[in-house]
């Protein structure tokens, strides 16, 4: 999933279907009812949260890492395009 991930565009819908299940049995492996709430599961510990990472956030973050380092290839063709493409922006 690490690789595949920046290079993706999956809807919310998707990615809740794809983490639904290893999500279970994460929490089921914790010994916490696979039914608890997904806002706190997600929820960042400061706030009483058990901080799991939601494979959207991971996406995003991977996809924005993916740009910066094609953006930081100024001589390679792919960061000449992508310059390209922001100035157009």
Request: avoid cysteine.
């Given at each position: ?15 809740d ?40 956030t ?5 996809q924005?890492?993916?740009?910066i ?18 100035d157009?922006?």
């Open positions: 999933m690490k690789y595949t991930l920046p290079i993706t565009a999956l809807t919310r819908k998707q990615v279907q794809i983490q639904a299940r290893p999500t279970k049995a994460i929490l089921s492996s914790l010994v916490i009812n696979r039914m608890f709430p997904r806002a706190v599961a997600f929820g960042p510990p400061q706030y009483g949260g058990l901080g799991l990472q939601h494979l959207l991971k996406q995003g973050t991977s924005v890492a993916l740009i380092g094609h953006l930081r290839e100024p001589f390679s063709d792919k960061g000449k395009i992508s310059l390209n493409n922001l157009y922006a």
